[in-house]
């Protein structure tokens, strides 16, 4: 499948090193906007959306995490960027391992956040996809999905930060969702992560029931001299539950040797 052109926005320091950002199944860009309040400060931040998502395109599916790869190299050649820093989140995190092992010159450093290279059982994702497509909305799996984004205590005790969750959780076109999905049903990148060189950070959360510790574990150790970082609160979507965290771990990562 041909790439499609993503839809990208930038911030912080414009002749700093260039950090991308790519966003986790059923969000936009904004569920960065809390780390960002860190990682703005030090580097060029682009955050984009994936296609099917936010104001990318809504191509047909089914997709593959090579295609979503294929999307962010072309925004890279779009903006002339040889090289740069990623940092993803679950499904941004697949896209990020895909893009450091199939085209390990343009990533320099690598972070993956409660995500996995190998997510079954298949039939489940495609259930859901199904699920989305007969029923024209995410709303049909919102509730189920949101239960596993955060912690009861976080949710109780942040209500505008999930409702706002839910809310683009709900917004997030059908087709691009149900797509996406069909992606991580079919993605297995357990041989591929061994072949990345790319310097290595992969934080997961002790409380994440969508992708459990054991799979940023197998992440860690297939990927040479991987740092591997299990924040002991947080559930899937840590990257705003505990979003100081993840950003100072993602800023010393960055760091490290400069």
Do not use: K, N
Not at 48 to 65: A, E, N
Not at 153 to 182: F, I, K, N, W
Not at 240 to 258: F, K, P, Q, S, Y
């Amino acid at each position: 499948m041909s790439a499609f052109e993503l839809h990208f926005e930038q911030y912080g320091v414009p002749e700093a090193p260039v950090l991308l950002l790519g966003s986790l199944l059923g969000t936009t860009l904004e569920m960065w906007t809390a780390a960002r309040a860190t990682l703005d400060l030090r580097h060029r931040v682009i955050a984009f959306d994936h296609r099917g998502h936010g104001r990318s395109p809504v191509p047909d599916g089914p997709y593959t995490i090579g295609d979503l790869g294929g999307d962010v190299l072309a925004l890279l050649d779009r903006l002339g960027l040889e090289r740069v820093s990623y940092s993803g989140a679950s499904l941004g995190g697949m896209v990020g391992l895909w893009l450091a092992a199939h085209a390990p010159e343009r990533i320099d450093r690598l972070v993956c956040v409660c995500s996995s290279a190998h997510l079954p059982p298949a039939e489940g994702w495609t259930q859901r996809a199904a699920s989305v497509r007969a029923a024209g909305s995410v709303a049909a799996v919102a509730d189920a999905v949101l239960a596993r984004w955060f912690t009861p205590r976080y949710a109780q005790s942040h209500p505008e930060v999930t409702d706002a969750a839910g809310a683009m959780l709900r917004a997030a076109p059908p087709e691009g969702y149900a797509a996406c999905c069909e992606a991580i049903g079919v993605m297995d990148l357990r041989d591929d992560v061994v072949a990345i060189a790319a310097p290595t950070l992969v934080i997961g959360a002790a409380e994440d029931s969508s992708t459990a510790p054991e799979h940023s574990r197998a992440i860690a150790s297939a990927i040479a001299g991987a740092r591997l970082e299990i924040l002991a609160q947080g559930a899937h979507l840590a990257a705003i539950e505990r979003a100081d965290e993840v950003a100072a771990l993602i800023e010393e990562h960055l760091a490290v040797g400069r």
